[in-house]
């Protein structure tokens, strides 16, 4: 069984293409002239993303180099310890919101220090797969469409974020202590 889910795995990505080729030919599509539209396209939308993403950029690092991510780590941990919240992984809930490659790389990190099945390696392994990075998100998305009141967009972002990473601690705890 394991076999045939593997197979399928890895034509998916390569029938889809065939998938979509063909109806594009029987549907008399010129396949090449909709292609460079559509890279045209997108090669404008980069563009005027670009601000965006370069303040994002920049505050991210910002972010970590200045200390602030230190510093709400410290805050925090009072109230980390009090919830038995893993102070381990308080920098990737912070961070996740934030950057999905920044999170990424911390995730990386606490498995090279506790190992990807660890407790801590799950735990960070459910965050990072069930949170979203929502302030990027809202920033790119919203500025890519000149929306600049995101009402409670940026609230409920953040609180699913914030559920999902106590969830990720209780079912991760749940499922994997004895």
Do not use: C
Request: charge should be positive; avoid cysteine; charged fraction near 10%.
């Amino acid at each position: 069984m394991m076999q045939v889910l593997t197979t399928i795995s890895t034509l998916m990505l390569p029938l889809t293409i065939a998938f979509i080729l063909i109806v594009g030919l029987v549907r008399g599509v010129s396949l090449y002239d909709a292609f460079i539209t559509g890279a045209k396209k997108g090669f404008g939308t980069s563009i005027t993303l670009m601000p965006q993403m370069i303040a994002m950029l920049a505050a991210i690092t910002l972010f970590r180099v200045s200390g602030a991510l230190t510093i709400g780590i410290t805050w925090l941990k009072p109230i980390a310890d009090r919830l038995h919240f893993p102070l381990e992984l308080l920098p990737l809930a912070i961070l996740r919101p934030i950057s999905g490659s920044a999170s990424l790389a911390l995730l990386t990190d606490l498995f090279k220090q506790h190992g990807p099945d660890s407790l801590l390696g799950r735990m960070g392994s459910v965050m990072q797969g069930s949170t979203d990075t929502t302030l990027y998100v809202l920033a790119i998305y919203f500025g890519s469409i000149g929306i600049t009141k995101g009402r409670y967009a940026l609230r409920v972002g953040l609180l699913s974020d914030a559920v999902s990473v106590i969830a990720s601690i209780i079912v991760v705890n749940w499922l994997f202590t004895k």
